[in-house]
């Protein structure tokens, strides 16, 4: 009883934040590689979470290099002092020929891929872009280091896929079950971590009426 108390205390714990809105430009329309910002929206909701991760009291932060996601950790930053560092390998997947295509489009013009595509095998790579099991081998890295790093709490600027992905690998699920989450702009997922396994504690989070 009291050892599993203990554990309970010792959890490390993720929070994973989706970055804002980038506009009405670019809504329903696979976006990786491009590298947008924020629409106005965007920071207005990224301002709305702040309590939520006030309350939480994260002492670090680890960024995408898109500005989305950057713009994401600054506007939090603005109300915290935390570290802060940027890591290549949250970026989002790149789609390649697919980028800024909306579903119906890409179904249209490459209908022979999207049966590979939706079965998520390692070995589909995007027209141009990315090869699946590229991108799962460099969101392990990440949880690897994630795992790794002494903070205690860790707030984590990045993509609805990333966000995904690491919440299939820490709680053990297939690669391909990451369509079971639906992760909103500017929400906050929370993985409570017991080594190198975790919990989902939090999905969604806001601060905002919906």
């Known amino acids: 009883m009291v050892r599993g108390f203990f554990i309970i205390l010792m959890a490390q714990k993720l929070l994973l934040l989706r970055h804002g809105d980038i506009g009405k430009q670019y809504q329903d329309r696979y976006i990786g590689s491009t590298d947008a910002s924020m629409s106005l929206l965007g920071h207005q909701q990224v301002r709305s979470v702040r309590a939520l991760l006030d309350t939480e009291g994260p002492c670090r932060c680890i960024s995408s290099p898109m500005a989305r996601c950057r713009e994401t950790a600054a506007a939090v930053m603005e109300t915290a002092d935390m570290d802060f560092t940027v890591d290549p390998d949250l970026r989002e997947i790149d789609f390649g020929q697919w980028e800024g295509m909306a579903f119906g489009e890409i179904q249209k013009a490459f209908p022979g891929e999207i049966s590979k595509w939706a079965e998520f095998n ?8 990315d090869k699946i099991g590229d991108f799962q081998e460099r969101i392990v890295g990440v949880a690897e280091r994630l795992v790794g790093n002494p903070a205690d709490t860790i707030l984590v600027c990045t993509h609805g896929g ?24 500017a929400s906050l997922t929370t993985i409570e971590l017991f080594g190198g396994s975790g919990i989902l504690a939090g999905l969604n989070e806001t601060g905002r009426a919906e």
């Open 122 to 129: 390692a070995d589909f790579a995007f027209p141009g872009g």
């Open 162 to 185: 990333v966000i995904r992905l690491l919440i299939c690998h820490f709680l053990g699920l297939q690669p391909r079950h990451y369509i079971l989450f639906r992760v909103k702009h």
